[in-house]
């Protein structure tokens, strides 16, 4: 997954005239089994990914659209940017293998206090029942250095979950600009992209991440961010669920996996049939 080898839209002209929305995909759990709406079974993810390959995205990074936001850079003719919150150990086992396969490049937000050596520590913020069931651990230094070297970007997710709209100024900067400073230590590399979690922010914690030195900050809005206006330290994410299917299914039509990337995606089937129907007319 070296990046060069598929960076050819590099080379692109920055500055397109249209006003380009790129979706940002948000997941969290890929694994087996999906317990609950917030994990993607391996099977469905790795659908999801031939999905896009197949109907002509390209990955790119959060960074990427930074440069192409400040004229330094193209992007390809169908972007999409993979994020996942947490940096569950499920990333490496399960999502990782299906990206490389792919040749895709993702974004992960890390906890550094969940992070370890020996240990995973699991999570312990869950409020659903379901999850606390099966409880979920974290990624080892170890494998957060291995992905790194392949391409995975790390970006930093405070350092234990916490609301920050909760917590006083100092906290709240002890977890924004703390965790970016435990991560670059660890993993020896600039850490520049920020996730909120629970996705609450105010402008106040949002000026934090912008004094820590971050380029920018995801949310989760469900819809697609506008590079044009969009602003770069409350970027606009959508959450895939366990149910997003790259079936189209009519009784489900908000499931459709492709629609989420492009509400105007028109599926092959739908488009054969509106085209047999011009021609039954003709
Ligand atoms: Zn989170």
């Not at 006003?19 to 995909?25: A, F, G, Y």
């Not at 992960?108 to 913020?125: C, E, K, M, V």
């Amino acid at each position: 997954m070296r990046r060069t080898a598929y960076r050819n839209w590099e080379r692109l002209s920055t500055g397109s005239p249209d006003h380009r929305s790129i979706p940002i995909l948000a997941y969290h759990k890929i694994d087996d089994e999906a317990f609950t709406p917030y994990w993607v079974s391996a099977r469905t993810f790795k659908d999801q990914m031939k999905a896009l390959k197949n109907h002509g995205y390209e990955t790119v990074s959060l960074e990427d659209i930074h440069r192409f936001r400040s004229g330094q850079g193209g992007l390809p003719s169908k972007p999409v940017v993979l994020t996942f919150d947490e940096g569950f150990h499920n990333f490496y086992t399960k999502a990782y293998p299906i990206l490389k396969k792919y040749g895709c490049c993702a974004t992960n937000f890390l906890l550094p206090a969940y992070i370890g050596d020996h240990t995973r520590f699991s999570s312990d913020w869950e409020l659903d029942p379901v999850e606390e069931q099966y409880p979920t651990e974290h990624l080892l230094w170890s494998e957060v250095r291995e992905m790194m070297a392949d391409g995975i970007v790390f970006g930093a997710h405070t350092s234990h979950h916490l609301d920050l709209t909760g917590l006083s100024f100092s906290q709240a900067e002890n977890e924004i600009a703390g965790s970016k400073e435990i991560l670059q230590n660890k993993l020896g590399a600039p850490v520049l992209w920020f996730s909120y979690p629970f996705s609450k922010s105010s402008s106040w914690v949002e000026y934090l991440v912008r004094r820590s030195g971050y380029d920018g900050a995801a949310t989760i809005t469900e819809r697609p961010f506008d590079t044009a206006g969009g602003d770069l330290f409350r970027m606009d994410r959508i959450t895939i669920y366990r149910d997003d299917s790259t079936a189209s299914d009519d009784n489900h039509p908000q499931d459709f996996f492709m629609n989420k990337v492009d509400p105007s995606f028109a599926h092959p089937d739908i488009c054969d049939k509106s085209m047999d129907l011009r021609n039954s007319l003709s």
